[in-house]
C-alpha cells in the first residue's frame, strides 16, 4: 500500500511538473491585463510561461483586436525558481529596447538592470487634447539607470532615474519640421519622483518642473516661441494654451495640477 501510494505520488508530481513545463505564454495575458487595469496585452503569445515572445498591445478593441503598442516582439527567459521565490527574466527586442534586460530579485523587490526603450511619438495622440489634434511625430527613447522596485502594498516604489529623450518632434499644425528636441528627467524616491523638462534645441521652448506622487501630477511650466519664431509659430501655441506677458514676451502656461 506504501509503495503504491509512493508511485502515485510520483506520477502526480511528474504531471504537475510536465504541466508547468508547458504552460502556454498565452496565459500571461490576463495577468498583464490585471495588472495594468486593463490598459496593456500581451499579443500573439507564442512559446511557454518560462520562454517566449509576444508583442506589447493596448485593450483588446472590437472583435478582440489588439494593436501594438511598441515596435518588434519582446522574447523573455523565466527561470523556473521563480517557483522558490527566486525572480531572473531576461527581456529582448531589438526593435524596441537599445540592449537585452535582465530583471531579478524576489517576489516583493526587482532590481531592473541599465536600458533603454524605444517609443513611438505617434502613441501620444491617444493620451487625448491637445496631443491628438497636434499629432506628435519624431523619436522618443525612454532610457534609465539600475531600477530598485518594491512593492509595498497595493502600491509600487521607485529608486533610480529615468530620462524621456524626445528628438526631432515635429507636429501636423506647424510647418516648422523639426520643432525641437526635448528631455524630461524623473527622479525617482520612493512612490514619488521629480520631474524636469528641458529644450535641448528649435524653435518651440519648453521648459517646467513638477512632481509625480502617488499617481497623481503636478506640473508647471511654459511654452514659447524662439527668437525670430514668433508669428510662426502663433498658430501652434494658441493651441497649448492661454497667452500670458512675461519680461515683454508671450507665453503659453503649462500647468497639471
Same mark, same amino acid.
Request: glycine share 14%; no cysteine.
Given at each position: 500500500?506504501? $509503495?503504491?501510494?509512493?508511485? %502515485? ?12 513545463? =508547458? ?28 520562454? #517566449?515572445?509576444? =508583442? ?7 472583435? !478582440? ?8 516582439? =519582446? ?30 530579485? /524576489? ?7 541599465? @536600458?533603454?526603450?524605444?517609443?513611438? +511619438?505617434?502613441?501620444?495622440? @491617444?493620451? #487625448? *487634447?491637445?496631443?491628438?489634434?497636434? +499629432?506628435?511625430? !519624431? ?10 522596485? +518594491? ?8 529608486? !533610480?532615474?529615468?530620462?524621456? /529623450?524626445?528628438?526631432?518632434? !515635429?507636429? $501636423? ?6 520643432? @525641437?528636441?526635448?528631455?524630461? *528627467? ?15 534645441? %528649435? ?6 518642473? %513638477?512632481?509625480?506622487?502617488?499617481? $497623481? ?7 514659447? *516661441? *524662439? ?13 497649448? %494654451?492661454? $497667452? ?11 500647468? =497639471?495640477?
Amino acid at each position: 500500500m506504501k $509503495r503504491l501510494l509512493a508511485w %502515485g505520488t510520483l506520477v502526480v508530481l511528474a504531471v504537475l511538473l510536465t504541466i508547468l513545463a =508547458f504552460l502556454p505564454a498565452a496565459w500571461l495575458a490576463p495577468l498583464v491585463e490585471r495588472q495594468t487595469g486593463g490598459r496593456l496585452t500581451l499579443g500573439d503569445a507564442q512559446g511557454t510561461l518560462w520562454r #517566449g515572445s509576444a =508583442f506589447i498591445g493596448g485593450a483588446p478593441g472590437e472583435g !478582440g483586436a489588439v494593436t501594438p503598442l511598441l515596435p518588434g516582439r =519582446f522574447t523573455w527567459r523565466l527561470s523556473p525558481l521563480v517557483l522558490a521565490g527566486s525572480v531572473s527574466v531576461d527581456l529582448a527586442n531589438a526593435q524596441a529596447l537599445a540592449q537585452p534586460v535582465h530583471v531579478g530579485g /524576489s517576489w516583493s523587490q526587482w532590481q531592473v538592470s541599465a @536600458g533603454e526603450l524605444l517609443l513611438p +511619438a505617434e502613441g501620444l495622440s @491617444g493620451l #487625448g *487634447a491637445p496631443l491628438n489634434t497636434l +499629432a506628435p511625430s !519624431g523619436v522618443i527613447r525612454l532610457s534609465w539607470n539600475l531600477l530598485d522596485i +518594491a512593492r509595498q502594498g497595493p502600491a509600487v516604489a521607485v529608486s !533610480g532615474r529615468t530620462v524621456l /529623450s524626445m528628438t526631432d518632434m !515635429g507636429s $501636423r499644425m506647424s510647418p516648422i519640421k523639426p520643432l @525641437g528636441s526635448y528631455e524630461m *528627467a524623473m527622479d525617482w524616491r520612493g512612490q514619488q519622483a521629480d520631474l524636469t523638462l528641458r529644450t535641448v534645441r %528649435g524653435a518651440l521652448v519648453l521648459t517646467g518642473s %513638477g512632481a509625480l506622487e502617488n499617481g $497623481r501630477l503636478r506640473f508647471a511650466g511654459q511654452a514659447s *516661441a *524662439a527668437d525670430g519664431y514668433e508669428d510662426t509659430l502663433g498658430n501652434l501655441l494658441n493651441l497649448l %494654451g492661454q $497667452r500670458r506677458m512675461v519680461n515683454g514676451k508671450n507665453i503659453i502656461a503649462l500647468e =497639471f495640477r
